[in-house]
T-cell receptor, first 117, second 116 residues
Framework: DAGVIQSPRHEVTEMGQEVTLRCKPISGHNSLFWYRQTMMRGLELLIYFNNNVPIDDSGMPEDRFSAKMPNASFSTLKIQPSEPRDSAVYFC???????????????FGPGTRLTVT | AQKITQTQPGMFVQEKEAVTLDCTYDTSDPSYGLFWYKQPSSGEMIFLIYQGSYDQQNATEGRYSLNFQKARKSANLVISASQLGDSAMYFCAMRAFVGTASKLTFGTGTRLQVTL
C-alpha cells in the first residue's frame, strides 16, 4: 500500500500568496481529515469529509482556508491569502468508517511543512 | 465536548525498562474510542494502539499496552522493554461516535527519551 500521499512535502511562500496542499487518501478509505500541527496549539482538526462530503469544518480557522474533495482519491486544502501565522505542518489522514461504533484508526500522511514569510 | 489531558510534557526511561505515559480524558458521550500515536523526529504520525469504551479487556499490541480505567477516565500507555527507537512524541487521542463522530481530539503529547 502506498499510504496517504501528501504534496508538497515542504512549501515556502510569501505572505499574501495562495497555497494549495494536496492529499491522496488510501484507496478504499471513505473518510478524510485535515489537521494542522503547531508548537503552540498542538494537533488541531481543521475539517473532515465522509464519502467526499464535508461533515465538520468547525476547525477551519478563517475564511482564508478552504478544502475540497472532488472525488474519493483527492483532496485539497487551500489558503488564500496566506499569513505568517499559518506556518505549520499540515497533515492529511484517512480511514474507513463503517458507521456507528467503528474503531478504525486514522492513517496519517507524512505532512506538508508550510512556511509563510 | 471532548478533552484529552497529557500532564507529562517529557519523560525519560532507561533502555529495557518499562514506562507509563499518562492520559486522562473527559467526555459525556457513552461510546468513544481512545488511541495512541507515536510521532518520531521525522514527523510522521504512527498509530500504536486502540481501546474502545466498551472493550472489556485492556488493549495490547506487542510491547504496547493500554491501561484503561474507565471510572477514572484514564487510558495510560505502557511501553515495556523500552528501546532507543521508542524515543519520540506520544499523543493520546479520543474519538466520539455520537453526533459529529469520527473526530479525533488530541492531547498535547509527551516527549519520551530512552537513554542507555
Amino acid at each position: 500500500d502506498a499510504g496517504v500521499i501528501q504534496s508538497p512535502r515542504h512549501e515556502v511562500t510569501e505572505m499574501g500568496q495562495e497555497v494549495t496542499l494536496r492529499c491522496k487518501p488510501i484507496s478504499g478509505h471513505n473518510s478524510l481529515f485535515w489537521y494542522r500541527q503547531t508548537m503552540m496549539r498542538g494537533l488541531e482538526l481543521l475539517i473532515y469529509f465522509n464519502n467526499n462530503v464535508p461533515i465538520d469544518d468547525s476547525g477551519m480557522p478563517e475564511d482564508r482556508f478552504s478544502a475540497k474533495m472532488p472525488n474519493a482519491s483527492f483532496s485539497t486544502l487551500k489558503i488564500q491569502p496566506s499569513e505568517p501565522r499559518d506556518s505549520a505542518v499540515y497533515f492529511c489522514a484517512s480511514t474507513f468508517r463503517a458507521g456507528g461504533g467503528s474503531s478504525y484508526e486514522q492513517y496519517f500522511g507524512p505532512g506538508t511543512r508550510l512556511t509563510v514569510t | 465536548a471532548q478533552k484529552i489531558t497529557q500532564t507529562q510534557p517529557g519523560m525519560f526511561v532507561q533502555e529495557k525498562e518499562a514506562v507509563t505515559l499518562d492520559c486522562t480524558y473527559d467526555t459525556s458521550d457513552p461510546s468513544y474510542g481512545l488511541f495512541w500515536y507515536k510521532q518520531p523526529s521525522s514527523g510522521e504520525m504512527i498509530f500504536l494502539i486502540y481501546q474502545g469504551s466498551y472493550d472489556q479487556q485492556n488493549a495490547t499490541e506487542g510491547r504496547y499496552s493500554l491501561n484503561f480505567q474507565k471510572a477514572r477516565k484514564s487510558a495510560n500507555l505502557v511501553i515495556s522493554a523500552s528501546q532507543l527507537g521508542d524515543s519520540a512524541m506520544y499523543f493520546c487521542a479520543m474519538r466520539a461516535f455520537v453526533g459529529t463522530a469520527s473526530k479525533l481530539t488530541f492531547g498535547t503529547g509527551t516527549r519520551l527519551q530512552v537513554t542507555l
